[in-house]
């Protein structure tokens, strides 16, 4: 992943995600998948965003000075702690996001100083996407095969 790629997506997820608060959740047609809903209520425009995750991902109780760097050394949940993580993280306000600088992992950090992890290196698939739950194609970021990322947002955003 290009450095000024890294940059640029992180000012675009902290854009969306900051002061937002995850409000839904949803599983996917296998255990694999898991659709969190954020919604900023101090927002009119831009307010809901939906992050698609399609590879493993975990709640840590506090920042670390190290992150996974492989999917395979993301602790395993099963579908009931996964529900646990989110449960336990709800309506908390996103305090800040960044992305892994080799790949994006998409690191994001609560109120509560807890933090959402979930990996960003597959090199066959994606593995996550956030982007408007109603089909919007104004904002979309994926962390695409391979550890890079593609981010669409509008043209006047920088």
Known sequence: MKIEDQKFAERVLKHLLIGSQIDGLKFGINSSTTLLYFTNYNRKDDGDFVLNIETNWTVYPEACDTYPSSEGE?????EEQHFKHIW????????NVQLDTVSP??????ES???????GYDPTYECWQL?????GVDWLLVATPGGDIAIWCPSEFE
């Not at 336990?88 to 305090?95: E, S």
């Not at 100083?113 to 990996?119: C, Q, S």
């Not at 982007?131 to 089909?135: A, S």
Request: a positive charge; charged letters at 20%.
């Open 88 to 95: 336990d993280i709800r309506r908390q306000k996103v305090v």
């Open 74 to 78: 993301v602790p395993f949940n099963t």
């Open 131 to 135: 982007g408007d739950p109603f089909g």
């Open 113 to 119: 100083g807890r933090v959402l992890f979930v990996n």
């Open 105 to 110: 992992h998409l690191i994001i950090s609560l």
